[in-house]
């Protein structure tokens, strides 16, 4: 009789877990149709940084019919909706508002027609070519199968609509408006990403760090302009970048640990007006990438010290060296718990199966989700990659003469019901299975 009631237990496991997807899978597919609509209204609205105004009211709108207690406008658009349902965790979960400013060139039925006048007062398309309208089909779906699961988890839920995140400032402006002073302190943070690559269906999670410090670097460069038909009568700002540019290559190569992860890129060379003219100065704009501290500040060194050298070599006074501007601030690396990542891998699996949970490798990409963990709290948070590749693309990518549109391609867009199915499925059983921990 022992033997038979230890053979029934996995049976009745496999039971309960298997009843209680089922009930998940329900709710979900009813709420399909009206999640898919979301998406679509998002997709074909889009507004770019700091403009999320119209965005930020829908989504308030959303927490509001299921219950949620709303702050609007909190850090430019940001959306705070809490839901209390006794004692318990609170677990923040994030997603961003905002879109790209660039021209949509999808050739979907839905695809966005939006242009918007930057704050430059130029005007440009716009367009949700990095997922957040997947990423707010899938927060929205999840609130609501909280608010409908009440019986299921006890806890705080803290639904966070961030605006900005495309320009790293989001996430810094809700919390500096005291967002950990105002509402709950979370004991977790989740949020998720589209992915170009990952095929609908799956999810990837990475342990430890996932995605990178980014910073904006200027270098301005001086020089004694003159005729192109006299450089010896020059200082010439245009070989001192050039140089600098050579020799910045060499940080990566020569000065960091090869076990260490960096990128310096030179995205920007701007100088000079005319062909015979020789500039007196030219002006250079780098992306730094780095998991750690100390490889950030080590880079800051090495760029000081290669732009004076060589503006000595070139014979510039020290009061005409190169000024090298850091940001005052930049997005720090996104660091994923590990108990954190193992607690939703399990789920995920036990939703998905294992063969469609993977092993994702860190990125250089910035988000600042990052900002949410690295505060004094130290806060243990998650972000995972939500398959979106739809299977025909996926096939012609693996038929091997098809290169799959990344992030911030104006040819990007996901499989709509399978990203969706999947992400409100993951997101929300893992919050059960936090808040129940």
Not at 174 to 202: C, R, V, W
Request: with cysteine.
């Amino acid at each position: 009789m022992i033997k038979k009631i230890i053979y029934l237990i996995p049976l009745f496991f496999l039971f309960s877990l298997t009843t209680k997807n089922k009930k998940s899978d329900n709710y979900i597919e009813k709420d399909l149709t009206y999640l898919k609509a979301l998406y679509i209204d998002i997709h074909q609205n889009p507004e770019i940084s700091l403009m999320e105004k119209e965005t930020s009211e829908r989504l308030s709108n959303e927490l509001k019919k299921v219950g949620y207690e709303v702050t609007q406008n909190f850090g430019g658009y940001g959306i705070v909706g809490v839901l209390k349902n006794g004692e318990g965790p609170t677990i923040l979960y994030r997603t961003d508002l905002d879109a790209l400013p660039m021209e949509e060139k999808t050739g979907l039925p839905y695809a966005s027609k939006v242009r918007t006048k930057n704050f430059d007062g130029n005007e440009v398309g716009t367009m949700h070519s990095c997922g957040h309208d997947m990423h707010m089909a899938v927060w929205t779906g999840t609130a609501r199968a909280l608010a409908k699961r009440k019986n299921e988890w006890s806890g705080t839920i803290m639904m966070i609509g961030q605006p900005a995140e495309e320009i790293g400032a989001g996430a810094a402006m809700m919390l500096n408006k005291g967002l950990y002073e105002k509402f709950p302190i979370p004991d977790y943070g989740i949020a998720l990403h589209s992915s170009p690559t990952i095929p609908t269906g799956q999810v990837g999670f990475g342990k430890g760090y996932t995605m990178a410090n980014t910073e904006s670097i200027d270098i301005k460069i001086f020089g004694q302009g003159a005729h192109g038909a006299s450089p010896h009568m020059s200082i010439d700002p245009v070989v001192t970048a050039s140089l600098i540019v050579m020799e910045l290559q060499t940080i990566v190569s020569r000065n960091i640990n090869p076990i260490d992860d960096a990128v310096i890129t030179v995205g920007s060379i701007k100088g000079g007006t005319k062909h015979n003219i020789i500039p007196d100065e030219v002006n250079l704009q780098l992306t730094v990438r780095t998991y750690k501290d100390k490889v950030r500040k080590l880079i800051h060194k090495r760029i000081k010290e290669i732009c004076n050298g060589i503006a000595s070599s070139m014979g510039l006074d020290k009061s005409r060296w190169p000024q090298v501007i850091l940001p005052e601030q930049y997005t720090p690396a996104n660091y994923n718990d590990e108990n954190l990542v193992d607690i939703m891998v399990n789920v995920s699996e036990s939703l998905i199966g294992k063969e469609n949970v993977i092993s994702s490798e860190p990125q250089m990409v910035g988000e600042d989700f990052a900002r949410y963990g690295s505060t004094k709290e130290d806060i243990p948070t998650v972000m995972y990659w939500l398959g979106t590749v739809p299977q025909e693309r996926m096939e012609k990518y693996n038929a091997g003469n098809y290169a799959l549109p990344a992030l911030h391609s104006p040819f990007y867009y996901p499989d709509i019901e399978n990203s969706i199915r999947t992400g409100v499925l993951v997101s929300t059983e893992s919050l059960i299975e936090l808040f129940n921990k």
